[in-house]
Protein backbone atom coordinates (compact mmCIF):
# COMPACT_ATOMS: atom_id res chain seq x y z
CA UNK A 1 0.00 0.00 0.00
CA UNK A 2 2.18 2.85 -1.43
CA UNK A 3 1.00 5.45 1.37
CA UNK A 4 1.09 9.29 1.18
CA UNK A 5 4.19 10.90 3.11
CA UNK A 6 1.83 13.39 4.71
CA UNK A 7 -0.20 10.23 6.03
CA UNK A 8 1.87 7.92 7.20
CA UNK A 9 0.63 7.90 10.58
CA UNK A 10 -2.94 7.12 9.86
CA UNK A 11 -2.79 4.47 7.33
CA UNK A 12 -0.72 2.72 9.81
CA UNK A 13 -2.79 3.32 12.96
CA UNK A 14 -6.17 2.78 10.77
CA UNK A 15 -4.40 -0.35 9.34
CA UNK A 16 -3.42 -2.01 12.87
CA UNK A 17 -7.19 -1.43 14.24
CA UNK A 18 -8.40 -3.49 11.02
CA UNK A 19 -5.65 -5.82 11.46
CA UNK A 20 -6.28 -6.43 15.46
CA UNK A 21 -10.28 -7.01 14.45
CA UNK A 22 -9.43 -9.35 11.74
CA UNK A 23 -7.29 -11.26 14.13
CA UNK A 24 -10.37 -12.52 15.45
CA UNK A 25 -11.93 -13.53 12.44
CA UNK A 26 -12.69 -17.35 12.89
CA UNK A 27 -10.77 -18.30 9.44
CA UNK A 28 -7.86 -16.20 9.94
CA UNK A 29 -5.05 -17.72 10.08
CA UNK A 30 -2.04 -14.74 10.43
CA UNK A 31 -0.67 -11.67 9.08
CA UNK A 32 2.34 -9.89 8.61
CA UNK A 33 2.63 -6.17 8.20
CA UNK A 34 5.73 -4.89 6.59
CA UNK A 35 7.28 -1.00 6.03
CA UNK A 36 9.42 -0.41 3.24
CA UNK A 37 13.08 -0.46 3.52
CA UNK A 38 13.22 1.93 0.45
CA UNK A 39 10.10 3.65 1.14
CA UNK A 40 8.83 4.38 4.84
CA UNK A 41 5.54 5.29 3.57
CA UNK A 42 4.96 2.01 1.76
CA UNK A 43 3.08 -0.88 3.91
CA UNK A 44 3.20 -4.73 2.80
CA UNK A 45 0.74 -6.78 4.21
CA UNK A 46 0.56 -10.56 3.95
CA UNK A 47 -2.31 -12.38 5.38
CA UNK A 48 -3.32 -15.77 5.33
CA UNK A 49 -7.02 -17.41 5.50
CA UNK A 50 -8.94 -20.65 5.52
CA UNK A 51 -10.98 -19.06 2.92
CA UNK A 52 -10.93 -18.83 -0.63
CA UNK A 53 -10.10 -15.32 -2.46
CA UNK A 54 -13.80 -15.33 -3.79
CA UNK A 55 -15.16 -15.81 0.05
CA UNK A 56 -12.76 -13.59 1.41
CA UNK A 57 -13.57 -10.55 -1.19
CA UNK A 58 -17.68 -11.47 -0.28
CA UNK A 59 -17.83 -11.54 3.23
CA UNK A 60 -14.36 -9.90 4.81
CA UNK A 61 -14.49 -6.68 2.98
CA UNK A 62 -17.91 -5.98 3.66
CA UNK A 63 -17.17 -6.25 7.47
CA UNK A 64 -17.95 -3.36 9.77
CA UNK A 65 -14.68 -2.76 10.31
CA UNK A 66 -13.34 -2.53 6.88
CA UNK A 67 -16.27 -0.93 5.80
CA UNK A 68 -14.87 2.50 7.55
CA UNK A 69 -11.35 1.71 6.56
CA UNK A 70 -12.04 0.61 2.91
CA UNK A 71 -13.28 4.10 3.07
CA UNK A 72 -10.99 6.48 3.63
CA UNK A 73 -7.98 4.53 2.22
CA UNK A 74 -7.86 6.25 -1.24
CA UNK A 75 -7.64 8.92 0.71
CA UNK A 76 -4.16 7.80 2.44
CA UNK A 77 -2.92 6.35 -0.46
CA UNK A 78 -0.72 8.37 -3.59
CA UNK A 79 -1.59 5.27 -5.84
CA UNK A 80 -3.81 2.60 -6.20
CA UNK A 81 -3.23 -0.77 -3.75
CA UNK A 82 -2.83 -4.52 -5.32
CA UNK A 83 -4.09 -7.71 -3.98
CA UNK A 84 -2.12 -10.93 -5.29
CA UNK A 85 -3.63 -14.05 -4.34
CA UNK A 86 -1.04 -17.18 -3.89
CA UNK A 87 -1.23 -20.75 -3.78
CA UNK A 88 0.64 -22.40 -1.73
CA UNK A 89 3.62 -24.24 -3.18
CA UNK A 90 5.96 -25.11 -0.22
CA UNK A 91 6.17 -23.94 3.67
CA UNK A 92 9.06 -24.48 5.80
CA UNK A 93 9.10 -23.62 9.60
CA UNK A 94 11.64 -23.43 11.69
CA UNK A 95 13.67 -26.13 13.32
CA UNK A 96 13.70 -26.36 16.99
Known amino acids: MPGKPEAREELYSSLVKVLDEMSNEPDFVNTYLHRSADDPDTLVLYETWACS ?10 KPYRVDYEGKLKGLLKSDRTFEWL ?10
Open 53 to 62: AQYFVDHHLK
Open 87 to 96: DLVKGYERNE
